[in-house]
């Protein structure tokens, strides 16, 4: 089991990933606080050591779509809060920003993850496909089919 | 792309939220960890068997390697042997060239005296010294003198030697010490003393057992060519005889014949 001084430093650098991750899948706010603290939790729990900075968030970001995903098997829920509620947790600056995310959140499951880490994380599809145990070429067409929508 | 990236700038994790998941995994693992006072439990147990295992370790170690019985084995060849509380030997110390080379040859650590004495009987170099003439004195200090008497009286090299078994006191062994003599020879010496004020224990140095034996036999008028075999004398030194010096002992001038041949002394040879 990690430090309490281990598990500060990973919510201090990963919360904000962790927290839009969940808002991707989730929506709904308090789902997705009990879903960060999973994260979390599961971070803390997790003894074998990460080779490095990026194994280790490639790994929180793995488990944070994967509890997502089970949040959603388990409960059968539906996203029944609103988009508007998502969209006020967010400091958008300006109503373009407002609407983009809101247009992200509004693709289908399947695109947001790829959408999110390609776009904001700065990862190739290579490395994508393989956080998201996906194909490539699934990948490449998720993307493509996303800049022709 | 930037207008993307812009838009999820603005989603972050409120410090409430980051502050309230610190607290909660603090407390998950203060919940995983074991109890403060099973943890001070662990720890004075583990001292605890640290504790024992270093104080039996220091106990054992400590009984095994202090001598706490001690035989000296004198023809010529002078040396001792230091025995353990389980009367094993753990050391052997010469007191004579003879006995030198006899202790060199000798691999009789962590054997019982009883097997140290035979192995030693049967030692080549050893067997040299021993003959019809000569005498083989075996003196020894422990608590339980008697029983290690008997022993080695019963080890089977033991039987039909011209030997002598007796018993003496840690205060000869010291005095023996400062002396360079075993304990052994300087026992035979005083006896000796106690006939022949004269003697020295440079002079005693220089003489076999044999040479000794005779020589208090003479002083005690009681001349004995070659004394039998006497397994039985246990005691210490033998204050009845001493009861009653011969006054007319030799002295120096008689010392000639049990001085330094050059060659060194041989028992019997």
């Known amino acids: ?29 308090h789902d997705a606080e009990d879903i960060f603290q999973d994260v979390f939790l599961k971070y803390i729990l997790y003894s074998d050591t990460f080779e490095n900075d990026e194994h280790e968030k490639a790994w929180l970001i793995r488990v944070t779509i994967n509890a997502c995903k089970d949040f959603f098997r388990s409960f059968s829920r539906k996203d029944t809060v609103s988009l508007d509620e998502v969209a006020e947790t967010a400091a958008a600056e300006s109503q373009e920003q407002s609407d983009i995310l809101k247009a992200v959140l509004s693709l289908p499951k399947k695109y947001k993850d790829p959408i999110y880490l390609f776009y904001y994380e700065g990862y190739s599809a290579v490395e994508i496909a393989k956080i998201l145990n996906k194909k490539k070429i699934s990948f490449i067409l998720y993307l493509q089919e996303v800049k022709t929508n | 792309m930037n207008n993307i990236k812009k838009a999820f700038d603005s989603v972050k994790a409120d410090d409430v939220l980051k502050t309230s998941t610190v607290n909660f995994l603090r407390d998950e693992i203060e919940k995983r960890q074991p109890k403060p006072r099973f943890r001070m439990l662990y720890k004075a147990c583990a001292v605890t068997v640290a504790l024992i295992l270093t104080i039996g370790g220091i106990s054992l170690f400590s009984a095994l390697t202090t001598p706490v019985s001690y035989i000296s084995v004198d023809i010529n060849p002078s040396f001792e042997l230091s025995l353990n509380c389980f009367d094993r030997v753990i050391a052997v110390t010469a007191y004579n060239d003879d006995g030198e080379q006899i202790v060199q040859n000798l691999d ?15 030692d080549e170099s050893f067997s040299d010294y021993l003959s019809e003439d000569s005498l083989l004195t075996v003196t020894v200090i422990s608590d339980k003198e008697e029983t290690i008497l008997e022993g080695i009286k019963n080890c089977p090299k033991m039987q039909n030697q011209n030997s002598e078994c007796l018993g003496t006191n840690k205060e000869t062994k010291e005095v023996a010490d400062r002396n360079g003599l075993s304990f052994g020879k300087y026992n035979a010496y005083s006896e000796l003393l106690q006939y022949d004020p004269s003697v020295t224990v440079d002079d005693c140095k220089n003489m076999t057992m044999r040479q000794i034996r005779d020589r208090i036999n003479e002083c005690k008028g009681n001349r004995t060519d070659h004394p039998q ?10 204050e009845e005889e001493a009861e009653n010096p011969e006054t007319d002992c030799p002295n120096k001038e008689n010392q000639g014949h049990y001085g330094n041949n050059g060659n060194g002394y041989r028992g019997g040879k």
Request: some cysteine.
């Open chain 1, 1 to 29: 089991m990690r430090s309490e001084r281990d598990a500060a430093r990973a919510v201090e650098q990963y919360a904000d990933m962790v927290w839009r991750i969940c808002l991707l899948h989730l929506k709904n706010k």
């Open chain 2, 108 to 122: 009789i650590n962590g054997d019982s005296y009883t097997e140290a004495i035979d192995e030693i009987l049967a």
């Open chain 2, 229 to 238: 075999q006497n397994q039985n004398n246990t005691g210490e030194n033998s």
